[in-house]
């Protein structure tokens, strides 16, 4: 594991590795702050940038099963998958959020409510994903190049 200075941690985190190998694949940035209950499954890498807000019940996971649904093998026991997850600088993850396998999220984002796999998040974006998951596209909810603080 690379963990950066000031990082804070809530109740009942929880960070699993898939074997010995994996605790070199989990990276996360100073500063960042971590709720209650967020999960994080290394099965590739996750590198969680510096500054990252991330708030409760908020899974990462850079594993899944395989879902063959032709294969007469149960989904529990079938080979695991594994894709790296990216979170850039600055971005805050909201509440229940989970980010799937092969996720990358750009600098300065906020993700609320469901994200998808396989997708990229510019920088400076507000998203909401919870549509999307069939699609595997996303839309920004708002067009500017960046996110303005009051």
């Known amino acids: 594991m690379n963990i ?12 699993n590795f898939y074997d010995k190998e994996n ?8 500063g960042s702050y971590f709720c209650n209950r967020v999960t994080i499954l290394c099965g590739g890498k996750i590198v969680i940038g510096k500054n990252v807000l ?7 996971f850079a594993e899944n099963h395989s879902i063959d ?11 695991l998958k594994f894709k790296d997850v990216y979170v850039g600088d ?3 993850i909201g509440e229940k959020v ?4 092969g996720t990358s999220v750009g600098k300065k984002c906020i993700i609320f409510l469901l994200f998808s796999s396989y997708l990229t998040a510019l ?26 603080y009051n």
Do not use: E
Request: net charge positive.
């Open 23 to 30: 605790d070199k694949k989990l990276h996360i940035g100073d």
């Open 123 to 148: 920088n400076y974006r507000l998203y909401s994903a919870q549509y999307m998951l069939s699609t595997n596209q996303i839309t920004p909810l708002n067009h500017c190049t960046r996110i303005q």
């Open 69 to 79: 649904a032709n294969s007469s093998v149960p989904y529990m026991k079938q080979d």
């Open 4 to 15: 950066g200075k000031n990082i804070s941690f809530g109740r009942d985190t929880r960070i």
């Open 98 to 101: 989970i980010i799937l396998p």
């Open 54 to 60: 991330v708030a409760s019940d908020v899974c990462f």
């Open 90 to 92: 600055g971005t805050w």
